[in-house]
């Protein structure tokens, strides 16, 4: 069966340091894969996507990037983070289009 | 623009009890939904999806509804359980935007004993 892991689950960090969150998914091949961003009660922003290897599509311009080196492999980053970077990241797959997205169990981020 | 959202932001039901939480859409071009289930601190699961051919769907204990004239998507849970807290969202996407699923902004379900 298919899983997707995510990484850390929590992380506190302070204005202007880089950032960097991985995402995996096992069990599938050539997933589309997603970072989205959710706000303390609100719902879930889109930021990129990727259909394959090197290839992302960007929702929101903002200072964070993404990169897919691998198959299965989704990479958020930033180089500065700012103070509005804060919130709860989500990794997600799926195979078809954006039908029935699998989240990971998300990253809670503090920036101070 | 186009949006999705949730007609209430809480909804507190009674055990056992069946549960409704409603969802508007504006875009006519919307052809797939779907809702998810999210737990304090954890990431959305999926509990059941619905194309625009159809107008009912059921799964285990939960059924959705699609009214396509009035734009609008419910999402019933029967015998509510303590289990069934959490912040529900309905989902959407179109064709035209193959990869986007645009979500609502969540109802909160507490589940009374």
């Known amino acids: 069966s298919q899983t997707i892991h995510q990484w850390p689950a929590t992380l506190v960090q302070p204005v202007g340091s880089p950032l960097s969150l991985e995402c995996t998914v096992e069990g599938t091949s050539n997933p589309n894969l997603y970072w989205y961003r959710q706000a303390a009660g609100r719902g879930l922003q889109l930021l990129f996507y990727?259909?394959?290897?090197?290839?992302i599509s960007s929702e929101v311009p903002q200072n964070l990037s993404a990169s897919r080196p691998q198959d299965r492999q989704f990479i958020l980053s930033s180089k500065k983070l700012l103070l509005s970077d804060s919130g709860f990241y989500l990794c997600?797959?799926?195979?078809?289009?954006?039908?029935?997205?699998?989240f990971g169990s998300g990253t809670q981020l503090s920036v101070l | 623009g186009e949006s999705v959202g949730l007609h209430l932001p809480t909804l507190s039901v009674q055990e056992g009890d069946n549960s409704i939480i409603n969802c508007a859409y504006s875009n006519s071009a919307s052809d797939y939904f779907i809702w998810y289930k999210q737990e304090s601190g954890k990431g959305p699961q999926f509990i059941i999806d619905i194309r625009s051919n159809m107008d009912k769907r059921q799964g285990q204990r939960v059924t959705v509804l699609l009214n396509k004239t009035v734009k609008h998507l419910s999402l019933q849970i029967a015998a509510t359980q303590p289990g069934d807290s959490a912040v529900y969202f309905c989902a959407e996407n179109t064709r035209a935007n193959d990869y986007k699923l645009s979500f609502g902004a969540g109802t909160t379900v507490t589940v009374r004993a």
């Open positions: 997600a797959w799926s195979l078809t289009g954006a039908e029935k997205l699998f």
């Open positions: 990727s259909v394959g290897i090197g290839q």
